[in-house]
């Protein structure tokens, strides 16, 4: 079993930053496991959209378009934490924001494929 939990949201006006953290624990996750990585977030409403993605081993990432040049991925391994920083905020970023695993050693943007989901951390951007 597999538990990631996510911290780092809250209210921010726009044109602001955050930096959501997602800590992954579990006698299935370690150091050694092989997971990718992704971020996912859900407004009212709206479906459960891909966000960004990174591979077990950091070395690829992927972004969806709405967040290219202002969202970064990145993780470290020895922590089992994966961050996403969130700069130049609008506030059609508002929405649920997930953390999710996926057992597979290549980078995946399809919700289907995350085994792990955490409970979300709610991103509210004022205009």
């Known amino acids: 079993q597999v538990q990631l939990v996510e911290s780092g949201g809250g209210l921010v006006q726009a044109g602001g930053s955050l930096r959501l953290s997602c800590a992954a624990s579990g006698r299935t996750f370690s150091v050694y496991s092989r997971y990718c990585m992704g971020w996912f977030r859900q407004a009212p409403g709206k479906e459960r959209e891909f966000v960004a993605a990174?591979?077990?081993?950091?070395?690829?990432?992927y972004y969806a378009d709405s967040v290219k040049g202002r969202f970064t991925i990145s993780r470290d391994i020895a922590k089992k934490t994966v961050y996403l920083q969130m700069n130049s905020l609008k506030p059609e970023d508002t929405a649920v924001y997930y953390c999710?695993?996926?057992?597979?050693?290549?980078?995946?943007?399809?919700?289907?494929?995350?085994?792990?989901w955490g409970q979300g951390t709610q991103v509210t951007v004022s205009s």
């Open positions: 999710a695993a996926a057992q597979t050693n290549t980078v995946v943007v399809v919700t289907t494929f995350y085994n792990y």
């Open positions: 990174i591979a077990w081993n950091g070395g690829s990432t």
